[in-house]
Structures are given as C-alpha cells and as structure tokens.
C-alpha cells in the first residue's frame, strides 16, 4: 500500500493527491503540519534524497522502503506505475514536453510562489508562535538551505520591494503559461497529462497571491484552465481532502529562486 | 532528419550528445562558439529563441531543455536503454538529474564562469560586450553574462557556490558508496548528466576529489570515461576544456 506523507491539498502537498485521485489508487494519507515541524521527528520516513530535495517541505509517497520526494517526479512514478490512466499519454514529444514544464515550472514558478503565499499566510501564522521557541527549532534545521529558508519567513525578509520584485519576476513565466494553452487544449499538448496536474497546483494560488500578473483580465486562458482543472473529479475529490477551513492558505517554503540573479 | 546545436562535450551541451552516442544515434552536429555568442545570433533564436544552448530538431520538433531531450533520445530511438525499467531506479534518476541540474552543476558553473568565461571574452571591446549583452533574449542569461564579462561576481556569492560545490561532492560521494551508478544497478540518463557536470572535479576541485577523498566518485569518472561513447563524443571537442577529460585515464 501506498503512504502519502502531505499536508492540506495546496502547492506542492496537491499534486500526489490529484494524481492518486486519477489513477484510483488506494493509499494510506499520512497528514502532518509543516509548520509544526513534524517531517523532522525521527519517525518520519526519510533517505538522503528526502534531506536534500530541493522543493524542502513538499510531499513524500512511500512505495514499500523507497521513499520518493520532489512532486513533479513523484507525479510521474505515479503515472509509470499506474499506466492505465494515462497520464503521460501521446508520444515522446508530448512527453517531451511534459517533463520540459515539469521543469519549467519547479524553476520559473514555484519559488515566487511559495514566496508570495509564505509572506502572506505563513510570516503571519509564525508570529502567533513563541518567538524563543521557534528560533530555536529553526536553528536545528538541516541542511542550511532549508534552515535559512524558514528563518527568511520569520525574519521579515519579505519587504514590500523584495515581493513586488517577485511579482514581476513571475510575469515572465506566467506569459509562457498562457501563451501556452493558447495553442494546445493541455500543456503538453491535446491530452491531459502529469504536466496539467503540477501547473495546476502552482498556478491556483496566483489570483490571489499575485492578482496583477494572474487574474481575468491578464490571463483569460490560466483561469479557464484552472476552473477546467476544478471540474475534474480527481481535483475535487483531492481538495476536498482539506482539514482546514482554508486549505488555499498552506504554504511552506519552496524551491529557492536562481542563485544566477 | 536529426540535428543538435551545441558546444562543447561538457555540462549542458554534453548531454543529449553523450545520450546520442550511448544510443548510437548518427545526427547533424552544428556546432555554436558559445564564447563567440553564436547561441544570441538571428538564425540560432529562429531555433531556440530563449538564445541557450543545446537544442534538438527532430523532423521538424525542437527541443531545447537538455535534460527532458535526453529522455526523448531514449524513448525515441533504437539501442541500448538509457533508462532503468525498475519505477522506483527512474524516479532516483530524475531526482539526481535535478540535483544535477539545479543545485550542484550551477555552483560549479559560477566558479567555472568566473574563472574561465569571463576571462575568455573581457578583453573584447567594451562596446562589443555591450551589444553582445543586449541581443541575449533571457534576462537571467544577460545577468549570469554581465557579471562573467565584467567579473561581477560577489565574493560571498563565489564563496556560496564553493560550499555548494563541497556539499554538492561529498553528497555525491556517499550516494556512490551505496550504489555502482546513480539510479542504482543500471548505468543511465543521470550518469551521463552527472558525467558532464564532474569529468573535471578532480580538477577543478583537487583537495576535495581524489582517489583518497572521493574514491568512489573517481571510479565512477573512470568508468564512464572508459565507455566508447565518451570517448567519441569528447574527441568532438574543439578547446582544452574538452581535453582535460583526459585525466581520467588510469595510470597502468
């Protein structure tokens, strides 16, 4: 049987829960609080590639003893594992091209995104915390990437000019979005696929995080996509799997932007 | 009709013609002087217009993320697979790849950009540069030249990317003590990518990878060196970045 490790149905925690949905696998749900640091206590399943993912917090599926981390590879174990659903479907050039946004995305979109909503959900949320006890838990962290991360969230680092920087670092990326699903019914081209379900779970909360680079007027195309994508049963069922009243507030720190600027 | 741009055999550009290789692919190679901006001219970004290289054309489709077109020379084309069939050696290939890609292959290219890039074209013409820099279409790409043309690297960032580098090594390191390739049983995509980023490490990095330090890493290098494929592909090398593959060979 299947364990996903995840927290509420929102950014990278998203993904494996849609992609389980459509494939109808059965798997044990195993939730946790990120922000209650639960993925670093001894229990939790853990192999070097765990400590090092570069997506930190994000989602892990464990197959018997394989513990497999980083979503957008972990949409496509699923979609190898369960051939039926297609969700690679076509051929090596759409799949070519499911991998290229696959990539696209964890580089271009993700760090802005989990910028834009740590600073709006998740900076707020640890300022309820005992300050001393938080720091402390932070400094524990490894490896250092990841510890500077989450001392960025509670630090204030997040000054109006460094996100408004974001948001326009995010044009960008998101035009190519929208270019995109100008020309093909999906993003990888006329079939739903892995790509859909990752664009999906970071594009969804670019509405509210970042109205003035996504939103009905800027980008008719995303937003029909996204409500498309909500209409799909495996996307519903996935989101109703919240335990929170706001699971669209979930955030953790993400994937670092470009060290290159 | 199978044509590749790219450079030289090393880090991005290495890839797909490494895989080509492996697979037994015969192509069109069209070779771009990255220190001459050939990637930034008009008739290269009618192929690729984000300007980076490598890119594939493929009966008319391009591709030009080297990492995923590795995945399609293996789908699409006869020879050995490059690819374990095992689920679960896939997913520890794609996630090394990233590693790779992300992570570890951009801390060694800022050194390697700051000690060997930049210096190759700064003594060009001011305003050369300038224009140069003005045609690339990516901004991250205008910034990663400007800072190599007229060294503006910042020390902390150089320091950074050579903590990367060592954590990135020692990562690596203990990764090959439990398993003979990097997806696990079965030699694929990620050793060649890993190939590409590493050939040099004992190089670049001598106190740090070295038969004593690193010996897994460094008979990891030398079997891949060993494999025809690398051979061919590193003989297509035009500058001495591509010779020093050469370190490589094993003293009888």
Same mark, same amino acid.
């Given at each position: 049987m299947l364990e996903l490790y995840h927290w509420e149905p929102n950014i990278y925690y998203l993904k494996p829960l849609i992609a389980l949905k459509e494939v109808r696998a059965p798997f044990t749900s195993r939730y946790f609080d990120p922000t209650s640091f639960e993925q670093y206590s001894p229990s939790f399943p853990q192999n070097t590639e765990s400590g090092l993912? #570069?997506?930190?917090?994000? /989602?892990? #599926?464990?197959?018997?003893?394989?513990?497999? %981390?980083? %979503? !957008?590879?972990?949409?496509?174990?699923?979609?190898?594992? !369960?051939?039926?659903?297609? #969700? #690679?479907?076509?051929?090596?050039?759409?799949?070519?091209?499911?991998?290229?946004?696959?990539?696209f995305a964890a580089l271009q979109l993700s760090p802005g995104v989990c910028a834009l909503g740590c600073a709006k959900y998740l900076a707020p949320t640890l300022k309820s915390r005992d300050p001393g006890q938080l720091k402390a838990r932070i400094e524990r962290i490894e490896p250092q990437e990841r510890r500077a991360a989450w001392a960025a969230v509670i630090d204030g680092s997040y000054s109006e000019q460094a996100l408004a920087a974001v948001r326009d670092r995010l044009a960008a990326p998101v035009k190519r979005f929208e270019?995109?699903?100008?020309?093909?019914?999906?993003?990888?081209?006329?079939?739903? %696929?892995?790509?859909?379900?990752?664009? !999906?779970?970071?594009? %969804? /909360?670019l509405p509210d995080v970042a109205p003035e680079v996504v939103s009905e007027k800027a980008t008719p195309r995303i937003l029909q996509f996204l409500h498309r994508m909500r209409e799909r049963p495996a996307v519903r069922q996935a989101l109703a799997l919240a335990k929170t009243a706001r699971p669209q507030e979930a955030f953790v720190p993400g994937a670092e932007p470009s060290r290159w600027g | 009709m199978l044509t590749l741009y790219h450079w030289e055999p090393n880090a991005n550009s290495g890839k797909p013609m490494l895989a080509l290789a492996e697979k037994g692919v015969e192509y069109q190679s069209h070779y771009l002087d990255l220190l001459n901006f050939d990637q930034h001219k008009p008739e290269y970004l009618k192929i690729n217009p984000d300007g980076t290289i490598p890119a594939l054309v493929h009966d008319g489709k391009i591709l030009t993320e080297s990492t995923p077109m590795m995945e399609y020379i293996d789908e699409t084309f006869d020879g050995p697979p490059l690819r374990p069939t095992d689920p679960k050696e896939r997913w520890r290939m794609r996630w090394w790849m990233r590693f790779f890609d992300s992570y570890f292959a951009p801390s060694l290219s800022m050194i390697g950009w700051?000690?060997?890039?930049?210096? $190759?074209? +700064?003594?060009?013409? +001011? @305003? *050369?540069l300038e224009a @140069?820099? *003005?045609?690339?279409?990516? *901004?991250? +790409?205008?910034? $990663?030249? +400007?800072k190599a043309m007229f060294n503006q690297f910042s020390e902390a960032e150089l320091a950074e990317s050579r903590r990367r580098g060592a954590f990135g090594t020692a990562a690596l390191e203990q990764h090959l003590t439990a398993h003979p390739w990097i997806a696990g049983n079965t030699f694929s995509l990620a050793d060649i990518n890993g190939f590409n980023l590493g050939y040099a490490l004992p190089l670049s990095q001598p106190d740090r990878c070295n038969d004593e330090k690193t010996p897994h890493i460094m008979e990891w290098l030398r079997k891949i060196y060993e494999r025809p494929a690398t051979k061919a592909t590193w003989a297509k090398g035009r500058t001495q970045m591509a010779s020093r593959v050469t370190l490589l060979q094993r003293k009888s």
């Open positions: 993912h #570069l997506e930190r917090e994000g /989602p892990v #599926l464990v197959d018997g003893v394989t513990v497999l %981390s980083s %979503s !957008f590879f972990i949409l496509e174990y699923i979609a190898e594992a !369960f051939p039926a659903a297609n #969700l #690679l479907p076509g051929d090596a050039y759409e799949h070519y091209r499911a991998r290229a946004w696959g990539q270019d995109a699903l100008g020309q093909t019914a999906w993003l990888a081209g006329p079939a739903y %696929s892995v790509a859909d379900i990752d664009a !999906f779970a970071m594009l %969804s /909360p | 700051s000690v060997f890039v930049g210096p $190759a074209v +700064r003594n060009r013409d +001011r @305003a *050369e @140069a820099i *003005e045609r690339i279409p990516l *901004e991250s +790409r205008r910034i $990663a030249w +400007r």
